[in-house]
């Protein structure tokens, strides 16, 4: 599993620091949203052919990893 995220680079110079993969100009966010829109995994490798099926899955994974230590706190709402 730590080797798919080894996928998911990050660099100032390259969408402002975003998780990224590779070192391309492609964005975790992006392939998230695409995911979430309907693509499939063969639409998305289809239209960005630099992308491998690890890169989609690393960037499953790297979602999963922050959602997993995500911390719900209960809000009372203010009156």
């Not at 660099?11 to 995911?35: N, Q, Y």
């Not at 979430?36 to 999963?64: C, N, T, V």
């Amino acid at each position: 599993m730590e080797n798919l995220l080894s996928r998911i680079t990050f660099s100032r110079e390259v969408l402002c620091g975003k998780p990224i993969i590779r070192g391309l100009r492609i964005s975790v966010a992006m392939i998230l949203e695409l995911l979430a829109k309907g693509a499939s995994i063969q639409e998305i490798l289809e239209d960005y052919p630099e992308l491998e099926i690890a890169d989609i899955y690393a960037a499953l994974l790297y979602a999963q990893r922050l959602v997993a230590n995500e911390e719900v706190f209960d809000r009372v709402a203010a009156s």
